[in-house]
């Protein structure tokens, strides 16, 4: 009888822990850019630091998942974040940030709510302070295969273009990730950025800049 009663218990924890793990898991693409190189020299980030490196975008589109058992499969949320710093640098706190959320135009009332929280589970601190939300349609599309070249169009409002880097982005030779992404990815790379560009309210700040070794593809899993 003990040995049933053992069994079962060991049976019920792991069906409830299946439960829980295929309820919580969210996995799919992401991109970043920020307005300082991410994939510089020490002495290319030390003549940036301070100067610039206060401004990114984040994305996430997810493949498949829900949080807090609303669906989210297809599904994509976008922040932009203007800090008060040079973000990621060790020496000078980034915040106050404040951070605008563009959701797709595609999830009902209750998906928009989970986007919305998911990524202020995803990225922390740095979306504690979201002083717009905005709807708009969303694509990012990460090729199979060449995850660097990426694309994300959020709307009239945000435009991230990216490429592999190569060797002729090299500038010192002395190049590596200085700056890791600002948020936990199962995968990720550096990337050139083509193009990142936002251009709507809420942050008193507009930009559009090309070419920049600013940019990071990846995978998350949450």
Partial sequence: MKRLFVAMSAGT????????????????????????????????????????GDQAILAWRVKEGNWKGTS????????????????????????PAKSVLIVDERATPA????????????????????????????????PEGHMASAK????????????????????CGNEFVYYPPLVKLAHAMPAFALRDSYNGPGLNVV???????????GTFSN
């Fill in 111 to 142: 998906q928009q709510a989970a986007l919305k929280e998911f990524a202020k589970s995803a990225a922390g601190p740095l979306l504690s302070n979201v002083v717009r939300v905005e709807t708009a349609p969303i694509t990012l599309d990460v």
């Fill in 207 to 217: 930009w559009n800049r090309v070419d920049e070794r600013s940019a990071f593809v």
């Fill in 13 to 52: 924890i792991l069906a409830l822990l299946s439960v829980v793990s295929a309820s919580a898991a969210i996995t799919g693409d992401y991109i970043e850019t920020r307005s300082a190189d991410v994939y510089t020299g020490p002495c290319f980030a030390n003549g940036q630091v301070g100067l610039v």
């Fill in 72 to 95: 989210l499969n297809g599904l994509s949320v976008v922040a932009v974040v203007k800090a008060k710093s040079t973000l990621g640098d060790p020496y000078h706190s980034p915040y």
């Fill in 152 to 171: 994300l169009v959020a709307g009239n409002f945000a435009r991230i273009e990216t490429r592999s880097l190569c060797q002729g982005d090299k500038h």
